[in-house]
C-alpha cells in the first residue's frame, strides 16, 4: 500500500514557474513507475510526465515537452515535477500517481494502469 501527498500548487502569472512535490508513505517506493496527471474542469484527466524506478527513463505529454521536468529522488521516497514557463492552459488539479511495475511502457500515459493517487493540488495560472 501506498499513500501519495501532493503539494506546492498555487496561483501564479504565466511565464512563471512552480515546482510540485510528491511524497510517499508505505513499501517499496523505488520499485514503482511514478506520474503525474492533471485535470482540468470539464476535461478528462490527462497525462503529464512519468519517471522509472531508476531515473533512467521519464516520458512527458505532448503539452508539457521542453517546459515541465520530472524527477525522483528515492531517499526521501520524493518525486517531483518542475514546471516553467507556465501558460493558463495549464491551470489544472495535478494528480501524483504510482504504478507498480519498474519502467515505463506504452502503458505510461493510460491512468487506470496506476495503482495509487494521490488528492490533488490546485495550479492556477493567470493571464
Known amino acids: 500500500q501506498v499513500q501519495l501527498v501532493e503539494s506546492g500548487g498555487e496561483l501564479v502569472q504565466a511565464g512563471g514557474s512552480l515546482r510540485l512535490s510528491c511524497v510517499a508513505s508505505?513499501?517499496?517506493?523505488?520499485?514503482?513507475?511514478m506520474g503525474w496527471f492533471r485535470q482540468a474542469p470539464r476535461k478528462e484527466r490527462e497525462f503529464v510526465a512519468a519517471?522509472?524506478?531508476?531515473?533512467?527513463?521519464?516520458a512527458y505529454g505532448d503539452s508539457v515537452k521542453g517546459r515541465f521536468t520530472i524527477s525522483r529522488d528515492d531517499a526521501k521516497n520524493a518525486v517531483y515535477l518542475q514546471m516553467n514557463n507556465l501558460k493558463p492552459e495549464d491551470t489544472a488539479v495535478y494528480y501524483c500517481?504510482?504504478?507498480?511495475?519498474?519502467?515505463?511502457?506504452?502503458?505510461?500515459?493510460?491512468?487506470?494502469?496506476?495503482?495509487?493517487w494521490g488528492q490533488g493540488t490546485q495550479v492556477t495560472v493567470s493571464s
Open positions: 519517471i522509472s524506478w531508476s531515473g533512467a527513463s521519464t
Open positions: 508505505g513499501s517499496a517506493f523505488t520499485r514503482y513507475v
Open positions: 500517481a504510482a504504478d507498480n511495475r519498474p519502467f515505463i511502457d506504452r502503458r505510461v500515459a493510460i491512468s487506470s494502469e496506476y495503482d495509487y
